[in-house]
């Protein structure tokens, strides 16, 4: 009880020397000197806004990666076999991202943008179908739908 009462005590002694040991200083009269004391701080873009630490928060890069793209195709078939449309849809526009070439990502985007009634969307994903795939077996229908969406 006595050590602990002592420690307690030397504790309290080592905090008031450290308060008292600080100089204090007193505020300027003058707002102006206030500024003059102070040293002009420069701020960059790196010091502005620090880095994210959750990754699952920050914006996705997309590079070509036709192999994410894929998996991004087969996932939107399965969102759109359960009809869950907007989740298909986000998954071929994902896959548009990772491979711009990939024809097949834009059909399938325009049929999940047409049944979620998004004419415009629907539009520009046959209208870069119907560009990369000119020759594909259903180009004229899906010319036809192109004419029927405008």
């Known amino acids: ?3 602990l009462l002592l420690a307690l005590i030397l504790i309290g002694l080592a905090s008031a020397f450290a308060q008292s040991s600080q100089p ?3 505020p300027p009269a003058n707002p102006g000197e206030l500024q003059k004391q102070r040293p002009q701080q420069k701020t960059s873009d790196k010091d502005a806004a620090p880095p994210e630490e959750d ?3 920050g914006a996705t890069t997309y590079s070509f990666n036709p192999l994410q793209a894929k998996k991004d195709i087969e996932i939107g078939n399965e969102y759109a076999k359960k009809h869950s449309y907007r989740a298909a849809a986000n998954r071929f526009l994902s896959a548009t991202k990772y491979n711009d070439g990939d024809a097949e990502a ?3 985007l325009g049929e999940m943008e ?8 629907a539009h520009d994903a046959y209208a870069k179908y119907v560009e990369l795939a000119a020759d594909a077996k259903n180009a ?3 010319k036809k739908r192109l004419d029927k969406l405008k």
């Open 55 to 57: 990754t699952s928060i």
């Open 114 to 121: 047409e049944k979620l009634r998004d004419k415009p969307a």
């Open 140 to 142: 004229a229908e899906i």
């Open 106 to 108: 834009w059909l399938r």
């Open 24 to 26: 204090q200083q007193t």
């Open 1 to 3: 009880m006595f050590r």
